[in-house]
């Protein structure tokens, strides 16, 4: 088969969609007033804002003063734990809420703020990477404040029951944050009906430009200043906005959730194929994950006797993109802690490949990955010393 070039790492960042690019580029060259200021320019970009901040709060079910635009999905999970920790730290409480899986970016803040004193629950996952609104209320204390439970796993792709976390948390008068940033445009989210107070989601995501994402903050729940120095966003981040990728954040969401249901039907029945045919064509390979519980795009798949660094290589120079584990620590010699946080050894957690589909992604993708990937598999295999024993087993059973 003809070498061609495949991208499925979505999850890690996305190509800016055309409609994206074309409405960001006046505010590089036209319109590039400052939204602070008086003059016509200024006051253009001034509207620009307003309208991409009604249509991310349109998408979410929300209300455009309850959105606010940070540099990234990772500035919001900062923004809204530890801000959430200083507001309910006045109110005597000290216990927050999270996952073992979550990003890093949640993690690292919980593990931040235990250095401030505050403590941290971090709940396990069963093996498909879920856990049910009764765990989250069984680690409930006096002194609960916050909870933050991600809404669909960046790696393994498994969707959490958000709404009944939610309406816990609602009746239990406890702050309740997500991190979204994956289910933004994946999947239908509304955050009044599922009793979210605060959620991440990051632009690059979902067709829109890197360095731009927001914090949904439910009226009435009040946190500090991110960043002091200037009025912008309602006084609470300081700095000159970033209009054009703002803009395109506007667009792309607004894009995502208009055709999400005919398009996230196409991406299920690929991602499908994908793990079908994989899994059937491949020896000791597990998927990785909520069968059908899960994000449209996401496969996440593991294979004995092959390590994980080696298999993207391989397929790079086959012309496909993919990631083992979090993108975000593909440079780290450790297996994923998502990954062990369901149970895998660390052998089969080294071997992990998540394949993550897209708009662009088209059926004649599927069946190159799936010519493609088995015979890599093969030439690994017959490299490992970890196979040869595996192998024997299988023989002598």
Known sequence: MEKRFVYADNAATTQVSPRVLEAMLP?????????????????????????????????????????YFTG??????????????????KKGKNHIITTV????????????????????????????????????????????????????????????????????CRKKGILFHTDAVQAVGNVKIDV???????????????????????????????????????????????????????????????????NLEERTARERDLRDQLIHG???????????GHPTQRLPSNANLSFEGVEGEALLLWLDMSGICASSGSACTSGSL?????????????EIAHGSLRLTLGDTSTQEDVDYILATLPPIVEKLRAMSPVWEEIAAADARA
């Open 27 to 67: 505010f590089y060259k036209e319109e590039y007033g400052n939204p602070s200021s008086v003059y016509s320019i200024g006051r253009q970009a001034k509207e620009a804002l307003d309208k991409a901040r009604k249509q991310v709060a349109d998408a979410l079910g929300a209300q455009p003063g309850e959105i």
């Open 72 to 89: 990234c999905g990772s500035e919001s999970d900062n923004w809204a734990l530890k801000g959430a920790a200083a507001q309910m730290k």
């Open 101 to 168: 899986f979550e990003h890093h970016a949640i993690l690292h803040t919980a593990q931040a703020l235990e250095k401030q004193g505050f403590e941290v629950t971090y709940l396990p996952v069963d093996e498909y990477g879920l856990l049910t609104a009764k765990d989250v209320e069984n680690a409930l204390r006096e002194d609960t404040g916050l909870v933050s439970i991600m809404y669909a796993n960046n790696e393994i792709g498994t969707i959490l029951p958000i709404p009944e976390i939610g309406a816990l």
């Open 192 to 258: 009044k009906a599922q009793n979210i107070d605060m959620l991440s989601l990051s632009a690059h995501k979902l067709h829109g430009p890197k360095g731009v994402g927001a914090l949904y903050v439910r009226k009435g729940v009040v946190l500090p200043n991110f960043m002091d120095g200037g009025a912008q966003e309602r006084g609470h981040r300081a700095g000159t906005e970033n209009v054009a990728g703002i803009v395109g954040l506007g667009v792309a969401i607004t894009d995502a959730v208009g």
């Open 278 to 288: 994989i899994l059937s064509a491949i020896p000791h390979s597990r998927l990785n």
């Open 334 to 346: 450790d297996p994923s802690h998502v990954l062990l946080s369901i149970g895998l050894p660390h």
